[in-house]
């Protein structure tokens, strides 16, 4: 084969074929590559590559957010100062005792580090709000905490409750919660003005073991309660018997010509309230009670409308009649009239002792003034007059 090689090598030089009968064979030919049944077809858009280890890492490196926020305590702060003194008196004079201190002083932190995220981990927090409040009256807010745990218990954990547009200033403290467990605490609140009192979560935070630092996180937990107007004792004039009848007045047992319910008679009943048709019939005495008298809804209107360069004066104003509508309607209600709070918007709301003064109270806490250039477009969201504001007349103000 080397002879071979050498003859083909030295014609190729002399430039001579060479012979037909020569024992150089051509190259078999290259089979081609069958596809892979799963392999994207020729002009596809190729699939992306798998990321490695090392963009993963770098990617979740910029991506990062701090899920815990630390604070010094007043006893952080000392601790930390004395811990870098001794660090660099160690590394100043280099003594071994100071090197143990040292090591002594930072073990600590990381110990502290590791029960206070222990403590934080896998907590649920619930919050349970009154069915109402109101302006000037306490009213208590429920915290639970609910430890997921199976062995390890939560200490020192102190819940504030988050709310929109104001300052935290309600917590609970937890001082122990067992695995698997449940710990309810209640803070009291006095709420000084009406309105929607929006909740947006809770910050729970510990300073177990050491008190030297403060971790914390947050939990997001939306929560709602409206703030009923405050409600002062009113008295009112003396109910006027002689008023025309209409109206929806509350059912019940009274002095008018009709006819409530029908009873068999008792001894001391008054003999001119017997129903003599129904005695004839059933052979007994059978007594007529007679029903309430009814009388019109009592009308409080409010003028919601705020005239042009109007500053703190008409808040302060507005927020007063609203006090005011509130008594007067709460003593309408207890007395067994039935009212109607307007605006001169053509809003209202209805209560009488049936459906109580939940209804009146709801909607005067969610009323706001409008300014005087958006009422023509309200009057025509709502397809009221062009022509100004719609004066309600009306009654017992």
């Given at each position: 084969?080397?002879?071979?090689?050498r003859?083909?090598?030295?014609?190729?030089?002399?430039?001579?074929?060479?012979?037909?009968?020569?024992?150089?064979?051509?190259?078999?030919?290259?089979?081609l590559?069958?596809?892979?049944?799963?392999?994207?077809?020729?002009?596809?858009?190729?699939?992306?590559?798998?990321?490695?280890?090392?963009?993963r890492?770098?990617?979740?490196?910029?991506?990062?957010?701090?899920?815990?926020?630390?604070?010094?305590?007043?006893?952080?702060?000392?601790f930390?100062?004395?811990?870098l003194?001794?660090?660099?008196?160690?590394?100043?004079?280099?003594?071994?005792?100071?090197?143990?201190?040292?090591?002594?002083?930072?073990?600590l932190?990381?110990?502290?580090?590791?029960?206070?995220?222990?403590?934080?981990?896998?907590?649920t927090?619930?919050?349970?709000?009154?069915?109402?409040?109101?302006?000037?009256?306490?009213?208590?807010?429920?915290?639970?905490?609910y430890?997921?745990?199976?062995?390890?218990?939560?200490?020192?954990?102190?819940?504030?409750?988050?709310?929109?547009?104001?300052?935290?200033?309600?917590?609970?403290?937890?001082l122990?919660?067992?695995?698997?467990?449940?710990?309810?605490?209640?803070?009291?609140?006095?709420?000084?003005?009406?309105?929607?009192?929006?909740?947006?979560?809770?910050?729970?935070a510990?300073?177990?073991?050491?008190?030297l630092?403060?971790?914390?996180?947050?939990?997001?937990?939306?929560?709602?309660?409206?703030?009923?107007?405050?409600?002062?004792?009113?008295?009112?004039?003396?109910?006027?018997?002689?008023?025309?009848?209409?109206g929806?007045?509350?059912?019940?047992?009274?002095?008018?010509?009709?006819?409530?319910?029908?009873?068999?008679?008792?001894?001391?009943?008054?003999?001119?309230d017997?129903?003599?048709?129904?005695?004839?019939?059933?052979?007994?005495?059978?007594?007529?009670?007679?029903?309430?008298?009814?009388?019109?809804?009592?009308?409080?209107?409010?003028?919601?409308?705020?005239?042009?360069?109007?500053?703190?004066?008409?808040?302060?104003?507005?927020?007063?009649?609203?006090?005011?509508?509130?008594?007067?309607?709460?003593?309408?209600?207890?007395?067994?009239?039935?009212?109607?709070?307007?605006?001169?918007?053509?809003?209202?709301?209805?209560?009488?002792?049936?459906?109580?003064?939940?209804r009146i109270?709801?909607?005067?806490?969610?009323?706001?003034?409008v300014?005087?250039?958006?009422?023509?477009?309200i009057?025509?969201?709502?397809?009221?007059?062009?022509?100004?504001?719609?004066?309600?007349?009306?009654?017992?103000?």
């Amino acid at each position: 084969m080397v002879a071979d090689r050498r003859q083909a090598e030295s014609l190729a030089v002399r430039g001579d074929k060479p012979p037909r009968d020569s024992r150089v064979t051509r190259p078999e030919a290259t089979p081609l590559p069958v596809p892979h049944p799963l392999a994207p077809l020729p002009g596809a858009p190729a699939a992306p590559r798998p990321e490695n280890a090392l963009t993963r890492l770098w990617r979740s490196f910029f991506s990062f957010k701090m899920p815990r926020r630390l604070k010094f305590t007043r006893e952080g702060k000392y601790f930390v100062g004395i811990t870098l003194g001794v660090g660099f008196a160690a590394i100043n004079t280099g003594n071994n005792l100071l090197y143990l201190l040292l090591g002594m002083l930072l073990s600590l932190m990381v110990v502290s580090s590791v029960m206070s995220e222990l403590s934080l981990r896998t907590l649920t927090v619930t919050r349970r709000l009154p069915t109402r409040a109101q302006v000037g009256r306490a009213h208590l807010v429920e915290i639970e905490v609910y430890n997921h745990k199976k062995r390890i218990p939560s200490y020192a954990i102190e819940v504030e409750d988050l709310r929109a547009g104001q300052p935290a200033d309600k917590r609970c403290f937890f001082l122990k919660i067992s695995p698997s467990s449940a710990q309810v605490a209640a803070y009291r609140r006095t709420p000084a003005r009406r309105g929607r009192d929006r909740h947006t979560g809770f910050r729970i935070a510990t300073r177990f073991p050491f008190g030297l630092f403060e971790k914390s996180r947050e939990v997001m937990a939306d929560g709602e309660l409206v703030i009923y107007p405050a409600v002062d004792p009113v008295r009112l004039p003396p109910e006027d018997r002689g008023r025309a009848l209409g109206g929806v007045g509350t059912a019940g047992r009274g002095t008018s010509d009709e006819t409530y319910a029908l009873r068999p008679m008792r001894e001391g009943d008054d003999p001119r309230d017997i129903y003599w048709r129904k005695s004839a019939i059933t052979s007994q005495m059978v007594l007529r009670e007679r029903a309430r008298e009814t009388r019109p809804d009592v009308r409080l209107v409010i003028d919601v409308v705020r005239p042009k360069g109007s500053g703190d004066a008409f808040s302060q104003q507005f927020e007063k009649r609203i006090r005011e509508v509130a008594s007067r309607a709460v003593a309408h209600i207890k007395r067994g009239d039935g009212v109607v709070v307007a605006t001169n918007l053509g809003e209202e709301a209805r209560g009488d002792r049936n459906i109580g003064s939940d209804r009146i109270l709801r909607f005067l806490a969610l009323l706001d003034a409008v300014d005087e250039d958006r009422v023509q477009e309200i009057q025509e969201r709502r397809g009221l007059s062009r022509g100004g504001p719609a004066r309600t007349s009306g009654g017992h103000a």
